[in-house]
Structures are given as C-alpha cells and as structure tokens.
C-alpha cells in the first residue's frame, strides 16, 4: 500500500506487501548471545517483518529412544531464555513466531527451514560459550555457502 502527502513524498507499507519477508533468529540449543538478539529485534521492528525465533537442537536416533517414543525436552532455563528476544519483540507490537527443530542434522535441519521461510535475515546467535564448536561451525558453513539471503553470525 502507497500513500502521498501533500509535499509529494511517498511511503510504503512495508507490513502489507505480498514479498515480506521475516527474519529469523536462530539458536543451536543455547541461549542467545545477547548482540544476536538485539540485533534480530531491531531487524524486525525497522522492517516491519514478523520474527521468527528458532531454536534447533540435535536428537541423535537411537533404536531404544525411536521405540519408546521419547523426544527432545527443553529446559525450563533454556524455554524461558529463548522466550525473552520473542517477548521483546512482541511489545513493540512485531508478529513472532517460536519454532523449535529436532533433528539428528541440526546443520541441515537449519537450512531447510531458511529454505522454506525464505527470511530477509538470518542471525545464528547462539551464546558461543555454551554451544558445541563443530555443530555450529557446520551451520554457519552451510549457511554461508547456501542461504539465499543476508546473514549474520555470532563469531563474526
């Protein structure tokens, strides 16, 4: 939607366009390093694009676990952490979405989702003090060298 004021200057609502895109903050089973949230919230609220707050976690696959019917369980600690940047968001009005991904291939489960929301932004802002090296070396990889859109990462 256009609008015109009397000086001539035009603006766009970017809120009701049918190529919005989100952005998406992303986390590897951690809390977020706070520059990661702050960023992602800015990103949403300056755009007018919904948040989506994504967590993915590995489950690895095991014959007694896929029997029994067990899932990953987040922590009470973990939830709440990966709710403040959502409830930030949420009171400035940003729409957000909770997402959470288990995947024996977290990596790939990532991108599969950036694939399929097609996100203006993706910052992967996991707290690197707490997040496995390998798991989010390869995310940040496949992220770099596939993602089809701007993104950020934590040891940038």
């Known amino acids: 939607m256009r609008s015109t004021d009397d000086i001539g200057i035009t603006a766009v609502d970017r809120s009701s366009r049918s190529d919005a895109r989100p952005v998406m903050l992303a986390t590897l089973d951690t809390p977020f390093d706070p ?3 702050e960023l992602a919230v800015d990103s949403a609220l300056e755009s ?3 948040l989506l707050v994504v967590n993915v976690s590995l ?20 939830t709440e952490a990966l709710r403040a940047p959502a409830e930030l968001a949420a009171s400035f009005d940003v729409p ?34 707490m997040v496995r090296g390998r798991l989010y070396r390869k995310a940040a990889r496949k992220l770099r060298e596939r993602a ?9």
């Open 35 to 37: 520059r990661a949230s």
């Open 96 to 129: 957000v979405e909770l997402l959470r991904v288990a995947s024996p291939h977290p990596a790939d489960a990532l991108l599969e989702l950036v694939e399929e929301r097609t996100p203006a932004l993706v910052v992967l802002g996991p707290d690197m003090s």
């Open 59 to 78: 489950v690895p696959i095991m014959p007694a676990s896929m029997s029994m019917g067990y899932a990953y369980l987040e922590s009470e600690e973990l």
């Open 148 to 156: 089809t859109c701007l993104v950020w990462l934590a040891d940038e």
């Open 48 to 50: 007018g694009q919904r």
